[in-house]
Structure formats: structure tokens, C-alpha cells
């Protein structure tokens, strides 16, 4: 994000409000290389940070009210007071900061009002994680006003409990871990159980490849109800196996699990998923730390094959965008995020971006779905100061 945008955003937040703000904050969104849809399963995944970013311009308040508003949305400031927020009161935009500022002082954290504006490049509802960018760059800039001292991690916790209690959505810790927590150049392997992490050098270029995003530009309705019974599925499975999560059955021991789950023909399905995806993750973990990076392809396949035929939460559009890739000479392609639409990701050689680019194009117009916005992802910085 460059300083004319933090500037920007500065700019705006003194035309609202009369006078400048006390700092300016960025928090990006972010891809998920693989591991879906195992963060509610204590499992591993690993995001890495996009260059688009939520920036915030804020102030703190000593006087309980809150004031909140986005240049990306229609209408006037929105104000709140801290003590009167209620969860699952807000079903606008402004449940994200708000949570986040109840989440904050439903730990014990004396926050007493803020004004803040807002602008982001994260394409929101794209699977990229705008909520998240959204959540914890309002987190960083409140815990750095009110001398909170919290680490990244614990902002993301913060962020993941604002947004499962006042703003209703049952996600998993991974996309806020990874906005607060990522680095510029690095993939973070996670591990979802204990926020444990370590950076993975991840720098495409360097190695002649690129990394596209495919965002579909759609969501199938459904995707909620989906999300939903994905997770019930899961817990009843890990209920079942008598395990706390699905991340404590081995990957050595799935088939007996699954010979264990006899004619739960569904759970079984969700089970090996799950399983197996960790397992990817951790292979693609030890191949890039091998220098293996073309290796990924492969796992990233895989994967894709994994989430559409045993977790069954892809759509004709994300199959599209990985067969046509594939086909016109892509190293790997997959489907990322909570699917029924949203992104792909793409790995290619750099030579070949422009004809992946152009085959995935026209394979869209001759399918007639929605044309697909394309483009590169270079792993950028977590959360931060601007200004
Ligand atoms: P995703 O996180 O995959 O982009 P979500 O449905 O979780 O999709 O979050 C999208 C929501 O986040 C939007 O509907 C909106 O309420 C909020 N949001 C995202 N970006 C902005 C923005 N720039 N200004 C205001 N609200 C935003
Ligand atoms: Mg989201």
C-alpha cells in the first residue's frame, strides 16, 4: 500500500471529522496456498498476505462514543456508543470494527471510543478475506491508541470472536491470523490448534513462477448453509472417532477411521478430506523448505480434487478456472477459500502467465459465466503502521 493511499485516507478522515488522526493503520487480505476448511478443525494452513489492504485512518476517544466510516460504502458516518453495543445487532458493515471494539472490551481492554475512517482495495465477498483485513486493521490501530500490548496472535483471536459473536459468522482463525501475522515474501504455515507458526520463505519471482488469483466473481448463494453443515459434518466425525478435533486422527491411520465410520457415507467423505489436506499442507511445507517449488503443483491438484469430490464445495466456475489452467500448461490450480464461488489460486511458469491468463478468459465468455478478474498475487506484509 503506498503512502499516497495512507495520505489519502488521512485526507478523508480530516474532511469528516476536522482534524487529522492520530495514525494511519493497513491490514491485508490474504489467499490460503492449502489447507481449507481444516482451521475448524485444529488443523494446518497456510495463507499468505495480498498487497490489497483494508487502511485506516483513526483517532482515539476518551468520551464512549464511536464513529465509524468507509469510503467504500454509501451513506454517512455511523455512531455508536461502546457500551451499548450488542451483539447480533448489526447486520451492516460496521458489525466488523464494531465487534472489534466490543471484542476488546468484553476481554477486559478499557477502549473508549474512536473515530475512524476506512478504505480498502481487498475485493470484498472474493473469498480474500475483506472482513478479516477489515477486523484487524481496526485491532491493530485500537491496540496501539490505548497502549494494549497485544501480540498479533491475540489480535487475531479478538478479531475471530468478533466476528463469530457480533457478527454471527462461524469462521475459523485462519483468515484474521493471517492478516495480522503475515511477511512480505513468506507463506505462514500454521498451525490452527495453538496459533504456533513459522514463516516459509515463499518468493515466486525469484524462482521465474507467479502465482494468479482467479476471483470467479461469483457466490452461489448457498455457500452459509454449506459452511455450516461442512463443520457440523466435521465435528461429528471427529464425535464419532471419539477425538476432540479431526486433526488428531493420522494421516497413517485414516483408513482405519474411516473402516471405523462404517455407512456414514458423508461424514467419511468430510473425514478424508480434512486428513488428508493436512497432510498436504505439511508436504508442501517440507517441499518448499527443499527448494521443490514447482513440486507444489501437484499438491495443489490434489487438493482441488480433494474439496470437490469428498468435501463437494466447488462450482462449475472454480472447476473451469482449474481445468482450462491445467490444460493450457499450469504447474498447479486450486480452489481457495470457502468455495461455491470466490477465488482460485494458479501456479505458473512466468512465460506462461499470458496464455493461462487468456485461455482461462475465453474459456469463461464461451461458458458464459461472469468475466473473471485475474491477478497476480506477490506475498506482501501483514498488518502495520502507515503513518
Ligand atoms: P470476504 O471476507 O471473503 O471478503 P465476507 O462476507 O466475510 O467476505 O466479508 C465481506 C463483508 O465485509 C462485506 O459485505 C462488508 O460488510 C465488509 N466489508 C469488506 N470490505 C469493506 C469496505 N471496504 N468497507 C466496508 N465494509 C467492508
Ligand atoms: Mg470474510
Not at 498451525?191 to 507458526?197: A, G, P, V
Not at 480434487?305 to 473451469?320: M, V, W
Amino acid at each position: 500500500m503506498s503512502v499516497d493511499t495512507a495520505a489519502e485516507v488521512a485526507e478523508g478522515f480530516t474532511r469528516l471529522y476536522g482534524s487529522a488522526p492520530d495514525g494511519v493503520w493497513a491490514a491485508p487480505g490474504r489467499v490460503n496456498l492449502i489447507g481449507e476448511h481444516t482451521d475448524y478443525n485444529d488443523g494446518f494452513v497456510m495463507p499468505f498476505a495480498l498487497p490489497h489492504t483494508a487502511v485506516a485512518a483513526v483517532s482515539r476517544r476518551d468520551d464512549g462514543v464511536l464513529r465509524l466510516h468507509s469510503a467504500d460504502v454509501e451513506g454517512g458516518v455511523v455512531e455508536l456508543r461502546v457500551d451499548a453495543l450488542e451483539p447480533g445487532s448489526d447486520r451492516g458493515w460496521t458489525a466488523y470494527p464494531a465487534g472489534v471494539v466490543w471484542a476488546l472490551r468484553a476481554a477486559g481492554h478499557a477502549v473508549t471510543g474512536a473515530d475512524v475512517h476506512l478504505a480498502s482495495t481487498v475485493p470484498a465477498g472474493a473469498g480474500l478475506s475483506s472482513s478479516a483485513a477489515l477486523e484487524v486493521v481496526v485491532a491493530l490501530a485500537l491496540n496501539e491508541l490505548y497502549g494494549l500490548g497485544l501480540r498479533g496472535w491475540q489480535l487475531a483471536r479478538l478479531c475471530q470472536r468478533a466476528e463469530n459473536v457480533y457478527v454471527g459468522a462461524p469462521v475459523g482463525i485462519m483468515d484474521q491470523t493471517a492478516s495480522a501475522c503475515c511477511e512480505a515474501g513468506h507463506a505462514l504455515f500454521l498451525d490452527t490448534r495453538d496459533l504456533s507458526q513459522r514463516q516459509i520463505p515463499f518468493d515466486l519471482a525469484a524462482e521465474g513462477m507467479c502465482l494468479l488469483v482467479v476471483d470467479t466473481r461469483v457466490k452461489h448463494s448457498h455457500s452459509e448453509g454449506e459452511y455450516g453443515k461442512r463443520r457440523a459434518g466435521c465435528e461429528k466425525g471427529a464425535a464419532l472417532l471419539g477425538v476432540d478435533a479431526l486433526r488428531d486422527v493420522p494421516y497413517a491411520e485414516l483408513d482405519a477411521a474411516l473402516e471405523r465410520l462404517g455407512d456414514e457415507e458423508e461424514v467419511r467423505r468430510l473425514v478424508r478430506h480434512v486428513v488428508t489436506e493436512d497432510e498436504r499442507v505439511e508436504r508442501v511445507v517440507g517441499l518448499l523448505e527443499a527448494g521443490r517449488t514447482r513440486d507444489i503443483g501437484p499438491v495443489l491438484v490434489e487438493g482441488h480434487a480433494s474439496l470437490r469430490d469428498d468435501f463437494r464445495i466447488s462450482c462449475p466456475e472454480l472447476d473451469l478456472v482449474v481445468d482450462t489452467a491445467l490444460a493450457a500448461g499450469a504447474l498447479g490450480a486450486r480452489m481457495t477459500g470457502g468455495g461455491f464461488g470466490g477465488s482460485a489460486i494458479v501456479l505458473v511458469e512466468a512465460a506462461d502467465v499470458d496464455g493461462v491468463t487468456k485461455a482461462v478468459r475465453e474459456a469463461f465468455a464461451a461458458a458464459g459465466f461472469t468475466e473473471p478478474r485475474v491477478f497476480e498475487a506477490v506475498p506482501a506484509a501483514g498488518a502495520r503502521r502507515l503513518v
